[in-house]
C-alpha cells in the first residue's frame, strides 16, 4: 500500500467504525467563563474511543457572555440544540460542565419533542450554590457568601447567572420568593409549567452526576449528586421517578479540581466512557 493511500484507508476505517458501532452524536455544552477550546481535550477523548462520533461544543454565550441570566442562555442554546437533535433519529447525549449543567436541565424541560439520550452532568451545582470560590471573589470581592443574597435575592441580582442559583439556606424564604430560575427548575415552586417540564425531562434515558469532594469551587460538593438539599425534596422534577427506574448513575471521584473534570482521562474512562454508545 503507498504512502498515500494511507489515510483514505484511515478515513474509510473510521466511517466503517462509526456506522457500524452507531455512535450518537454528542452535544458539549460548557461552563461559565468557558469556551469551546477548553473542552479539546475531552473531544479528543471521544474521538479516539469512539472514532467517527459527531462532537459538538457550542459557543454560544462563552466566556464573560456566561454570566447572562440563566433563562437568555437557555433560550439561544436551545436553538443551537435543537437542528442537531432533529438530524438524528436515534438521540444525542450531553455533556454539560458545572453551569451548563444547570443549562442543560433547561434546555431539556423547555424542549418536549428532545432525544436526549445520556445526560451527562460534570460537576454541576444542580442543587445550588453556597460557597466562597475563586469565582465568586472575581465578580463579588465585597461579599461573603452569607451577605451575597443581598444582591442576588433582588430584580437586579437576578440578571447575572450565578444569582439564578445562588441557594442560601438560611435565606430560604427569600430564596424561594426571589428565584427565577433554579427554585421553579427544581419544582421547589408551584408554576404552570411544572408538570410539562418534568415530563420533559424524563425523555432522557440516563443521567450520569459527576463531582468530587475536592472540586474546590461547587459549595458543597453535594450539589454536583443532587445530594445537598437544604430542607428540600429535589425530586420534584423528575429524579426520584429516574432513581426508580435505575437511570440515574453517580461517579464521585476524589482529586479533581473544578477546572479539570473534562480533561481528566480517568474521569472519562471511568465515569462517561461508557454512556456514549
Not at 450518537?24 to 460548557?30: A, D, M, R
Not at 444525542?92 to 424542549?111: E, K, Y
Amino acid at each position: 500500500m503507498t504512502d498515500g493511500c494511507r489515510p483514505c484507508v484511515v478515513i474509510w476505517t473510521i466511517f466503517l467504525l462509526s456506522s457500524v458501532m452507531g455512535y450518537k452524536p454528542v452535544i458539549i455544552v460548557h461552563g461559565i467563563l468557558d469556551g469551546p477550546r477548553q473542552f479539546e481535550i475531552l473531544a479528543k477523548f471521544i474521538n479516539q474511543s469512539h472514532p467517527g462520533t459527531s462532537v459538538t461544543t457550542l459557543a454560544l454565550y462563552d466566556y464573560i457572555g456566561s454570566m447572562k441570566p440563566l433563562w437568555q442562555q437557555v433560550d439561544g442554546f436551545r436553538e443551537a440544540i435543537r437542528p442537531i437533535m432533529e438530524s438524528t433519529d436515534d438521540g444525542v447525549h450531553l455533556i454539560c460542565f458545572s453551569q451548563g449543567g444547570l443549562i442543560c436541565r433547561g434546555v431539556l424541560a423547555t424542549l418536549p419533542t428532545h432525544n436526549a439520550h445520556s445526560l451527562i452532568l460534570l460537576s454541576s451545582p444542580l442543587a445550588g450554590q453556597y460557597g466562597d470560590s475563586s469565582y465568586l471573589k472575581h465578580f463579588f470581592p465585597k461579599f461573603i457568601k452569607s451577605r451575597l443574597y443581598h444582591f442576588c435575592y433582588t430584580t437586579c441580582g437576578q440578571r447575572i447567572s450565578i444569582c439564578n442559583y445562588w441557594n442560601d439556606p438560611h435565606q430560604r424564604e427569600r430564596y424561594l420568593k426571589s428565584s427565577i430560575y433554579l427554585a421553579p427548575l427544581n419544582g421547589e415552586i408551584e408554576h404552570a409549567n411544572s408538570t410539562a417540564w418534568r415530563d420533559s425531562f424524563l425523555r432522557i434515558q440516563t443521567l450520569v452526576l459527576i463531582g468530587g469532594q475536592d472540586d474546590g469551587v461547587i459549595t458543597p460538593w453535594e450539589s454536583s449528586l443532587e445530594d445537598y438539599k437544604s430542607h428540600v425534596d429535589y425530586y420534584a422534577f423528575g429524579l426520584k421517578t429516574l432513581n426508580s427506574e435505575g437511570a440515574v448513575v453517580k461517579c464521585v471521584v476524589p482529586g479533581v479540581h473544578h477546572t479539570s473534570w473534562h480533561s481528566n482521562h480517568t474521569v472519562y474512562k471511568n465515569c462517561i466512557d461508557k454512556w456514549l454508545t
